[in-house]
């Protein structure tokens, strides 16, 4: 059974910076693609950023330059970091298991609040 556990989320000022964990159980890690989605209140969800088993990256434009995402085969996790943190990316984060968002698992979310 797959179990995606996120953290590392909070209240952050404008300009901080947050490094979200996403850690993975149930699946040979090292061979799956994972991703961050947000979805903010009203909004869809929507992509902001995926990594390869191989570590290519993509990312939305809106975080460009401003998030990074990694990961760590050895202990079944992604990363999220985050800086340069602006209002606009206060939402839920998940975690997703995959490339398209259309198949593969789900984590419960994590708050990410930046103020103004």
């Known amino acids: 059974q797959v179990q995606l556990v996120e953290s590392g989320g909070g209240l952050v000022q404008a300009g901080g910076s947050l490094r979200l964990s996403c850690s993975a159980s149930g699946i040979i890690f090292s061979r799956n693609a994972m991703g961050w989605y947000r979805q903010a209140p009203g909004k869809q969800r929507e992509l902001v950023a995926r990594?390869?088993?191989?570590?290519?990256?993509n990312y939305a434009d809106s975080v460009k330059g401003r998030f990074t995402i990694s990961r760590d085969n050895a202990k079944n996790t992604v990363y999220l970091q985050m800086n340069s943190l602006k209002p606009e990316d206060t939402a839920v984060y998940y975690c997703h298991l995959g490339w398209s968002p259309s198949f593969g698992d789900w984590g419960q979310g994590t708050q990410v609040t930046v103020s103004s």
């Open positions: 990594i390869t088993s191989g570590g290519s990256t």
